[in-house]
């Protein structure tokens, strides 16, 4: 009956001990993931704004390409 009684002690030590490490694990991922998908938005953020800038620089250049065509035929 006493080995009984220590087991099952035993057993919800390690199950306490067991849940609060998990939790404690969980914790330290979240705040890992949360890191990660913060540095994601930031990258996709500058992607965005690398695409906006390529498109306005095609626009320039067709503008400037432009203008010279019209230079040529009046110079």
Known sequence: ???IVV???T????????????????AV???KIDA???KVAKHNQLIERTYELERSVAVLRNDV???K???????
């Open 29 to 31: 991922m979240e705040c």
């Open 36 to 38: 990660l998908a913060e």
């Open 69 to 75: 065509g019209k230079a040529d035929r009046n110079g």
């Open 11 to 26: 057993g919800v030590v390690t199950l306490v001990g067991v849940i609060m490490s998990n939790s404690k694990s969980r």
């Open 1 to 3: 009956m006493e080995s």
């Open 7 to 9: 087991a099952i002690i």
């Open 65 to 67: 390409e432009s203008l």
